[in-house]
């Protein structure tokens, strides 16, 4: 993939699970959007230090925003949905 290219993923995530937004170690993107059906908190982590950061109840999105993650350092949304998959989705733009 190049420079500019738009990274994008919807899933299903299982009950109380988490998508996880790490692109390759070769790679680094900015996350713009990330999308919702249920209850999620946002993470920060590295892999050993999980820093919750925000949480939204509800469908939602987080719109226009430039979370920059790289192989090291990224994003896990968690589905606090302790019952149902839910769908979870972002989309950004891989700037190295």
Do not use: C
């Not at 190049?2 to 790679?27: C, H, M, R």
């Not at 920060?44 to 939204?56: H, I, R």
């Amino acid at each position: 993939m190049a420079v500019g290219d738009v990274k994008s993923n919807i899933s299903s995530v299982s009950a109380n699970g988490y998508l996880t937004i790490q692109p390759p170690s070769n790679e680094e993107w900015v996350i713009h959007n990330i999308y919702h059906e249920y209850d999620i908190e946002l993470v920060l982590t590295d892999g050993t230090n999980n820093l919750v950061f925000d949480s939204d109840s509800g469908a939602g999105v987080y719109a226009k925003y430039a979370f920059h993650v790289t192989n090291s350092v990224y994003l896990k949304v968690h589905n606090k949905d302790t019952s149902n998959a839910r769908l979870i989705g972002y989309d950004g733009i891989q700037t190295k």
